[in-house]
């Protein structure tokens, strides 16, 4: 089974438990009916913020979907432990896998804050459709070059640039077309 699937059968799992119906989780996410079913049945390779609008609305912490454990002091992440990943797409229009997060924390409980590495795979696709979710978000380019689309403005960033940003307006952050990159992202979800 792929990461992702293991994603969408929690989800599933999550609103099933709390007796929630596809319709209520639909309203309280702002997602429409067919976009819930299609990551329950991972016909559909999300982005994050879908995934963070979904943990809002079930009541649980992004990381739920993630294999989270209940760790309260500090967690330790390996470098050797980086190696499988969570696939995403980046919101293109077709959906695509792009982008292939490594959770640093998935075994601390009770956080707030989520923190990946990413891995952005080269796209020649332009037609992004930006999100907008709850939070705050910090990226630090560990080295490619990629764009954060930020409201009206577009930001280029290169190996040891940052940006960090409200995640409440519309944003999306991809590679710079036809290239790699690996960024730091941490994400501040309100709970």
Not at 54 to 74: C, H, K, S, Y
Not at 173 to 181: C, D, Y
Request: glycine content about 8%.
């Amino acid at each position: 089974m792929a990461e992702h699937s293991i994603v969408g059968f929690k989800i599933k799992g999550i609103r099933e438990s709390k007796n929630m119906s596809l319709e209520e989780l639909s309203e309280r996410s702002g997602l429409s009916i067919e976009q819930v079913t299609s990551i329950e049945q991972d016909e559909y390779l999300p982005s994050l913020g879908p995934l963070i609008k979904i943990a809002r609305a079930l009541g649980v912490r992004l990381g739920t979907f993630m294999d989270d454990n209940d760790e309260l002091g500090p967690v330790v992440s390996r470098a050797a432990s980086h190696v499988s990943g969570i696939s995403f797409s980046n919101d293109t229009v077709d959906a695509r896998k792009h982008m292939e997060y490594h959770p640093l924390a998935r075994e601390k409980a009770g956080r707030h804050m989520e923190p990946f590495i990413i891995d952005i795979q080269p796209s020649g696709d332009q037609d992004y459709q930006l999100s907008a979710h709850e939070g705050e978000e910090f990226i630090y380019v560990m080295n490619g070059e990629v764009e954060v689309k930020y409201g009206k403005e577009c930001y280029l960033l290169e190996a040891g640039d940052s940006i960090y940003y409200d995640s409440i307006v519309k944003h999306h952050v991809h590679g710079v077309p036809g290239k790699s990159a690996r960024i730091l992202a941490l994400v501040y979800i309100p709970f």
